[in-house]
């Protein structure tokens, strides 16, 4: 089973609303990642985490928090966002084991910011 | 330039053709490859990795070659359903994952 689920599928809300993106597997993956993706571009790396611990932050405004709070989770902390951060967010995950580099992702969220 | 170079397509073949599609990359100590596959609104999902030796899953043949920095992918006989964007991806030896832009692919019947 490689399945990773985000939640909520859809999420429109406006530039002073605060919201939150989750993401889960139980695939026993060490290592999690936020993307985020524009129309008929490839995914662009947000944030890493490493044994839930951040370790990668691609210069991404403050307005996006990211969260790990146990293995099996992701949250992703949306406050203060533009219209130019509308966009499919994607979780993915990967086993963290040494020569293992396969990245599965979640169905996505599709954010509207208005 | 570009770290993962694809050809955008589209490429409109009918049903039962073979297509081809290719992939260059810039950076020498990449460590994986790998085709994924992502539908319209849909996220990519892994389609196969990639090895120097070559492998073959059913209709789909890819092949890395490191000296040219060049990866390929071969589907043979078509289906409606590989109507997609196939995403030529990438790993460093940091595990992070660089993506092409994309190479679209419209099966006509």
């Known amino acids: 089973d490689t399945e990773v689920t985000q939640t909520p599928k859809h999420l429109v809300m406006g530039m002073t609303n605060k919201k939150s993106l989750k993401c889960e597997q139980h695939m026993g993956h060490r290592a999690m990642y936020w993307y985020k993706q524009k129309a008929k571009k490839p995914p662009e790396l947000m944030f890493v985490y490493s044994y839930e611990k951040l370790s990668i932050n691609e210069s991404v405004p403050s307005r996006f928090s990211p969260e790990c709070p146990n293995s099996s989770l992701l949250n992703l902390h949306l406050h203060a966002l533009q219209p130019e951060d509308s966009a499919l967010y994607l979780c993915?995950?990967?086993?963290?084991?040494?020569?293992?580099?396969?990245?599965?992702f979640g169905p996505g969220t599709r954010l509207t910011v208005t | 330039r570009k770290e993962v170079e694809q050809d955008p397509g589209p490429f409109n073949v009918p049903e039962g053709a073979t297509v081809a599609f290719n992939c260059t990359y810039s950076?020498?100590?990449?460590?994986?490859f790998f085709w994924y596959r992502q539908d319209c609104r849909k996220e990519p999902k892994l389609l196969m990795s990639?090895?120097?030796s070559g492998n073959e899953d059913g209709r789909f043949t890819a092949q890395l070659n490191r000296a040219s920095q060049y990866i390929s992918l071969l589907i043979r006989d078509s289906k409606l359903s590989d109507s997609a964007t196939y995403l030529c991806?990438?790993?460093?030896?940091?595990?992070?994952?660089?993506f092409g832009g994309g190479t679209r692919l419209m099966v006509k019947p």
């Open positions: 993915a995950s990967r086993l963290n084991k040494a020569g293992t580099y396969e990245q599965y």
């Open positions: 950076n020498s100590a990449s460590q994986s």
């Open positions: 991806v990438v790993a460093d030896a940091g595990n992070m994952l660089t």
């Open positions: 990639v090895y120097s």
